[in-house]
Each structure stands twice: as structure tokens, then as C-alpha cells.
């Protein structure tokens, strides 16, 4: 097959099934690419909760959301790209940078008009349903932390458990009045959080005069300090974020010289080359890749798939991609990319999307390189890693005493101010003071930071890069994990910092998340790394094929349906099933690798959650729970097992009856990533009509279909999902694997 029409084929994530699927039910739209693709469910909220297209697609003629709307639709209309980036055709430098700047303009707007509907919504029980704000909530205590970071803890008053919510480490935030609905409030970032108890980080100290003086407080003499003020903590639009891409953006627009370069051979003006020969002349011939294969003493047991992989990655000039489908070793394969790479005696930046997925590839270089640092809030890292992190790092230098000191001088004197009810000129001065002392943290701190940056052989860190932090520092080589989940303006920050990238991921699973619908029509969820493979085809990327998570049963759907039928399940995991495990009983429900249990007739309607916008199905919540309980009784540890959902308030729903513990119940998009032994999923959907919502994008489907080694248990209603081809295709699947049961049958071997 030439190198042409495997493109055609592997490049999309629809296998022709797929595309049968799509034609059908008239989802195709032609693209730019002169190929098909799948238009993506509307709701861009992966959470599902809907409180974003729930009142964006809602919008009256005439009102200011309208206007708004009708605004942004005639930009995404006027985008140099209108129908996303082709790939058929060199991009041109202007239009490119200003398409991903118009990107980020809808999705910057989209986010703003998000946090100010939350805003509006001011009775606590609303608010904190919709999981993106808490109200009511005590500051109970602070320190500092690098870089003179305020770290303040917030907890609610009468010691109560926090309501559920998305606010995750690393999640930006914004500290306002609770009683004060035009308090703007104070930016920070989420950098702890426990049940009871949520810690921001902010460059601000929230200065009671200012809230007091709005409340009126401070005119009636009658101060309050800072205990007595009630916070609220909305999520809300990362600013900074979008500032540090579009400034790595202008930058990229005029670079010259090898970062040009690398630039141009990205938007396909350039062709990438690989051990000095370009690629569209010559595809890499395989034995090349053989022979760089056989000068490398490899420090991972790798196969041989794995092994051309990194020899290929090691011979790119310009870019090189790793294709790794679920449980492929795409991570373990970067790592030793990464490992050789220092060998040669380069300098690294490891980059993902996230921060799980840095420290998934950290925890595999932690064996391989010498010199490793973690660039991150520590809050945001593994705990068994944090040794690792900057902040450890620069904690073990010898000067770290003195830094010591002055934060502790720092505190105390927070705390005078506190305390200090005298407010004016006395209060100003001490805050003054702390302004002084917090920049002579900041000085010596930047000292010991470049020391400890300059002796590591890599770095790792999220793509979203603390340019301060980081300064000018240059690598010989940037490799990206997960590449598929970040935007095209998201990768830019790193980019900028070598000549040559090697980027891993699948765009077979999920998508970056991205709020606008404007901006999504117009491209902005495809990746940077899905365009490179339609752009240059099989010459640019290695897949990776042997699986050493599922049954091969539990992997044969998605290899068939996403990776047209190209993997292996190792000979470890191949027939591997739950009752192999220690202490585990042999039952109907532990000696088979799939199950779907078949809901359909049995009444178990979908609703809407009271007060907010996301779905529950208690009725297969009744189900998963009776499953759960046979899986216990059968041995299986409930660390082991993990229930996903593709609805928050099926989540909420479940955590409040199953409160086991180790037990993990998230969405799918909690999950990439991730394997436990045995899967359950509920689909929560269930309507007359058939309508699935965002179930519809089959690469979420693809991502919670393979988290599973031993087990993968679906529960569902046959008639609403099976009106989707792709549900009936699984469900077949299930069927030839004598894996169906009606709930009607399930329910009868349930013991009274
Ligand atoms: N060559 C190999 N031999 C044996 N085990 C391997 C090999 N390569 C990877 N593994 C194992 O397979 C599992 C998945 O590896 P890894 O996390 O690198 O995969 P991934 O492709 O990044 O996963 P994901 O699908 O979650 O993105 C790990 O337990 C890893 O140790």
C-alpha cells in the first residue's frame, strides 16, 4: 500500500465503519483536507454538564449574548482557515498565527461570558451545583511559597465536607467577597485541595481595607479583619494562560534561522527531514532505521516496535511522531527517546498537556537520567515525586536557610497585619514591608532556580511554560507526551525552545477541551499532531502496536474499529481474566473479559439534574451498585475497580452510594491515561428519542472502552444508544462475544 493511501486511511480516527455511521445520520461534513471527518457532538463541555451550551445555545434575538453570538460567528466566518487548517496545502505564516489568534479569542470570550452567568447566580445550593464555584468560605490560614506566592487555605465555616466541584489543582480561580456580587475579586490557581479544605495560590494578599471599603465597613469605623470576611471562589478564565501562548505565538510568527525553520516545516511549508534526507522525496527507508536501531545500547526493555520507534525519533532533523494507542508503551517509549537523547549529550524539555501526564513520563525518567527536574507547583505533582520538583530542589541548596528565614519574618509579620485594627497609614506600611521582603525572596530565589535549571539534563514540565521561571533557557530537543490534548496555540510555548520536537499521543482519543463551539467549528480541537500525520502521512510517525494492558478481547473492538485492526495483545495480558487474580473467586462475572448489560425496557428513563444542567440514570446506578457488590464479594479489591460516567451528576450520584474506599468514580476525561482491572461504564442516556449528546464523539467512547485489563462491564439502553451506529457495532461486538445480558436476567440472579 503506498504511503498515500495508508495516509488516507490511518490519518482519520474513523475506521470505514465509521464513516458509514456518519453518512447516515448526515454527520459527514467535506473538510479542507478533501477527506471526511466527524463533526463532534455539540456540547464542548466535557464534563457534561452543560451549563456552557445549555444557555449559549439559548440565546434570545436581540439580547447582548445574542449580539455577542452573532458577533463571534461572523469572526469564525471571516477566519483565515474558515473551515480549520488544511492540510492539503502549505499554510501561510500570517494566516496560521492569526487563525490561532482568533482561536483564542473566541475561546477567551466564551470563557468570560461562562464566568459571568456563574457569577450571576447567586443562591448557594445553584451555584455549587453546577460544580465551578464555592461560597461561604472562611480564609483559615496561609504561608508563602516560591516565588513569594501567597498560599491561603479556605475552608467552610462550620468544618462541613466542601460541596463537589471541578476546581482541581492547578485549576485558576478567582477570591471574591461572598457578600459582594461586584467584588472583581482577586486571581489565583487552585494548589491543594482536600475534602474539607482548599488551598489557592495567589500573587495578591486579599487586604481586607479594600473589602471593607467596598462593604462600607470601613466608613462606619467599624472594621472587619480578615477573618470575618466570607469568600467565594468562582472558576474562572485562565488569563495568564492565553497571554503566555499569544506572546509565544508573535514570537513564532517572526522567527528566523533554524526556529524558522522548524516553524515552516510545522505549517508544511517546509518538508521535515530525517538523517539529513527529505521525506517527500524519499520516505526514511527501513533500513536506516535498522541500523541506528542496532548502534543503540537500549536501556528499557522495549519491542520491536517500540525499538523502531525510538531509533526513528532519534534520526528526525526537524519532527518526528510517536502513535500510540491505548496501552502501547507510548510513554515508556518517550522515555527512552528522551534517555538516548541525553546520552548524546542533549538537553531536554519534556512537555504534556497536563500535569498527570508529565509526571507519568517523570516517573519513568526518574530511573533512566541522571539529572531531572520538575518544573510545577509541587500541590500538582505525585507526592512520591516532589523530590523532584524545583521547589524541592531548590529547598535542599544550602541558601534555602536564609530564604527560610525571611519567609518566616514574612508571615509574622502577615499576621501582625492581621490582627492590626488600626487600618490607614500603619497597615500601608506593613504592607509595604512585606512588599520589600517578598522581592528579596524573590531575588535570591532566582539565583538558586538558575543553578538548579542549569545542571538538569531535562526538564519536564506542562506546556502551559512559566516563562519566568524557565527565562531563556534553550534544549537541543523538545518531546511532547499526550500531544493530542493540547490546542495547536497551546504547543507554541514549547516549540520555541528547540529545533527539534518529537511529539507523542493519539488522536484517537480524546481532543483538547475547548469551550467555544465557534472556535471548535472553525478547528481549534484538532491537534497539532493530527494535522502533521494527514500533512505528511506514514513518513512522519511510528505507531506502536503491542498492548500490554487489555484481553484481547477488550482490545479487539477499538483495534479494529479505530486502528484499522493493527494491534496486538502482548502474550502477558492476552487471556488474562479477574478470577487469575490472587483471592479472587471464579464466577459468571469473573471468568469472562466483557460485558454489556442491556437496560432497554426496563424503564431506567435518564433525568435531568435537580437545579442543574448534567444527566443521572439512578436506575443503572442501582445496577453498577449490585455489580460492585458482586465484584467485592467475589475478591476484587476496590482499588482495582473503577466506575466511569460520562455525566457529572451520574458521578455525584454514584460517589454518594458507594463511598468505598480506593474505589474511583470520575468522567471519562478523569480516566486518559489510566488502566485499572475492571471498568464499569453507565451511559446514562436513556430517551424515546435516541439522542446521545456528546456520547456521539467516539474517541471519548474509544478512551473509556480501553481503561479495563481484566474486565470491561457496560451498562446501557440498547434502544437509545444503538439508534448510533457505532453503539450498534458495540453491541454486536458484545453479542458475538456471548457477552449481553438483559437487565430482566441480571436482575433475577440478584439474591433477594
Ligand atoms: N516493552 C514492554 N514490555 C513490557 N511492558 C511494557 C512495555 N512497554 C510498556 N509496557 C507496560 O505497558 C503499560 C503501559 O505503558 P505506558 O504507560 O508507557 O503506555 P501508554 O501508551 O503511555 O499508555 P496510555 O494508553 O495510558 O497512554 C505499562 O505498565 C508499561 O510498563
Redesign the pocket.
Known amino acids: 500500500m503506498s504511503a498515500r493511501s495508508r495516509k488516507g486511511r490511518s490519518a482519520t480516527s474513523d475506521g470505514p465503519q465509521n464513516q458509514k455511521t456518519n453518512k447516515k445520520r448526515g454527520k459527514l461534513h467535506a473538510n479542507s483536507r478533501g477527506g471526511h471527518e466527524v463533526r463532534l457532538g455539540k456540547s464542548s463541555d466535557s464534563f457534561g454538564d452543560g451549563i456552557i451550551d445549555g444557555k449559549s445555545s439559548k440565546k434570545k434575538k436581540g439580547s447582548k449574548s445574542a449580539k455577542l453570538a452573532d458577533a463571534s460567528d461572523s469572526r469564525s466566518q471571516s477566519a483565515p482557515y474558515p473551515n480549520g487548517l488544511p492540510t492539503d496545502r502549505p499554510l501561510d505564516v500570517n494566516d496560521y498565527f492569526d487563525q490561532l489568534h482568533l482561536w483564542l479569542d473566541l475561546e477567551a470570550e466564551a470563557e468570560r461570558a461562562r464566568l459571568a452567568r456563574l457569577r450571576q447566580i447567586r443562591s448557594q445550593r445553584d451555584v455549587e451545583s453546577t460544580g465551578q464555584a464555592i461560597v461561604g468560605l472562611d480564609l483559615v490560614d496561609y504561608h508563602t511559597g516560591l516565588a513569594g506566592r501567597y498560599l491561603l487555605d479556605l475552608a467552610k465555616p462550620s468544618g462541613e465536607a466542601l460541596p463537589m466541584n471541578r476546581l482541581k489543582v492547578g485549576s485558576p480561580v478567582v477570591l471574591s467577597n461572598d457578600a459582594d456580587p461586584s467584588d472583581e475579586g482577586i486571581p489565583g490557581v487552585v494548589s491543594f485541595r482536600k475534602n474539607y479544605q482548599i488551598q489557592i495560590a495567589t500573587e495578591v494578599f486579599p487586604d481586607p481595607d479594600a473589602q471593607n471599603a467596598k462593604t462600607g465597613k470601613a466608613s462606619k469605623h467599624k472594621r472587619a479583619s480578615i477573618g470575618e470576611i466570607r469568600y467565594r471562589l468562582d472558576m474562572s478564565p485562565d488569563e495568564t494562560t492565553r497571554k503566555r501562548q499569544l506572546a509565544a505565538m508573535a514570537k513564532a510568527r517572526g522567527e528566523r534561522g533554524r526556529g524558522g525553520r522548524l516553524r515552516d516545516v510545522l505549517l508544511g511549508i517546509e518538508s521535515p527531514r530525517f538523517d539529513g534526507k527529505k521525506i517527500d522525496v524519499s520516505p526514511l527507508p527501513e533500513s536506516t532505521i535498522a541500523e541506528e536501531r542496532a548502534d543503540i545500547d537500549f536501556r528499557t526493555?522495549?519491542?520491536p516496535p517500540?525499538k523502531d520507534a525510538v531509533a526513528f525519533a532519534l534520526l528526525a532533523d526537524d519532527f518526528a511522531i510517536i502513535h500510540?494507542p491505548?496501552?502501547?508503551?507510548?510513554?515508556?517509549?518517550l522515555a527512552e527517546v528522551i534517555s538516548q537523547a541525553v546520552e548524546r549529550g542533549e538537553r531536554v524539555l519534556a512537555c504534556a498537556a497536563s500535569n498527570t501526564a508529565v509526571d507519568?513520563l517523570l516517573e519513568r525518567l526518574e530511573r533512566l537520567v541522571p539529572y531531572v527536574v520538575r518544573v510545577g507547583h509541587p500541590a500538582r505533582v505525585f507526592e512520591h515525586l516532589r523530590d523532584l520538583t524545583l521547589d524541592g530542589q531548590v529547598e535542599k541548596d544550602p541558601s534555602s536557610a536564609v530564604i527560610k528565614d525571611l519567609r518566616r519574618e514574612l508571615e509574622q509579620l502577615l499576621r501582625y497585619a492581621q490582627r492590626d485594627t488600626r487600618g490607614g497609614r500603619a497597615r500601608g506600611e506593613m504592607f509595604a514591608e512585606v512588599g520589600r521582603i517578598r522581592s528579596q525572596i524573590r531575588s535570591l530565589e532566582r539565583t538558586i532556580v538558575r543553578g538548579v535549571l542549569d545542571r538538569a539534563d531535562v526538564i519536564c514540565t506542562t506546556t502551559t511554560i512559566d516563562e519566568e521561571l524557565l527565562g531563556d533557557e534553550r534544549f537541543d530537543l523538545i518531546v511532547i507526551d499526550e500531544a493530542c490534548q493540547s490546542t495547536e496555540g497551546g504547543m507554541w510555548q514549547a516549540i520555541l525552545r528547540a529545533d527539534r520536537l518529537i511529539i507523542a499521543g493519539?488522536h484517537c482519543q480524546l481532543p483538547p477541551t475547548v469551550l467555544s463551539d465557534e472556535a471548535a467549528e472553525i478547528g481549534m480541537r484538532d491537534s497539532l499532531m493530527q494535522r502533521l500525520v494527514h500533512r505528511f502521512g506514514e513518513p512522519a510517525y511510528r505507531r506502536?502496536t503491542v498492548q500490554?494492558?487489555m484481553h484481547e478481547s477488550i482490545m479487539r473492538f477499538s483495534s479494529d474499529h479505530f486502528y484499522e485492526g493493527s494491534l496486538v495483545a502482548?502474550a502477558s495480558v492476552r487471556s488474562h481474566l479477574l478470577c487469575d487474580l490472587k483471592n479472587v473467586a471464579t464466577t459468571s462475572l469473573t471468568d469472562t473479559p466483557l460485558l454489556w448489560i442491556d437496560t432497554a425496557g426496563a424503564g431506567y428513563e435518564e433525568q435531568l439534574e435537580p437545579d442543574g444542567q448534567s444527566k443521572l440514570n439512578p436506575g443503572e446506578a442501582n445496577v453498577i451498585v449490585e455489580l460492585v457488590r458482586q465484584l467485592e464479594e467475589a475478591g476484587i479489591d476496590s482499588h482495582e475497580i473503577a466506575i466511569i460516567a460520562p455525566y457529572a451528576a451520574q458521578v455525584r450520584l454514584l460517589r454518594s452510594r458507594l463511598d468505598m474506599d480506593g474505589l474511583e468514580i470520575d468522567t471519562v476525561d478523569g480516566f486518559q491515561?489510566?488502566?485499572k482491572e475492571v471498568v464499569l461504564l453507565t451511559m446514562v442516556r436513556s430517551n424515546p428519542e435516541g439522542i446521545i449528546g456528546f456520547l456521539a464523539d467516539q474517541r471519548r467512547s474509544n478512551v473509556a472502552m480501553t481503561r479495563a485489563k481484566r474486565k470491561l462491564i457496560m451498562v446501557g439502553d440498547s434502544a437509545t444508544l444503538c439508534s448510533h451506529d457505532f453503539y450498534a457495532d458495540v453491541l454486536k461486538y458484545f453479542e458475538d462475544a456471548n457477552a449481553y445480558q438483559s437487565v430482566f436476567e441480571f436482575q433475577t440472579l440478584v439474591p433477594e
Do not use: A, H, M, V
Not at 326 to 333: A, L, V
Open positions: 526493555e522495549l519491542n517500540q500510540g491505548p496501552g502501547t508503551g507510548k510513554t515508556t517509549t507519568n493519539d506502536l500490554y494492558r502482548d491515561g489510566r488502566e
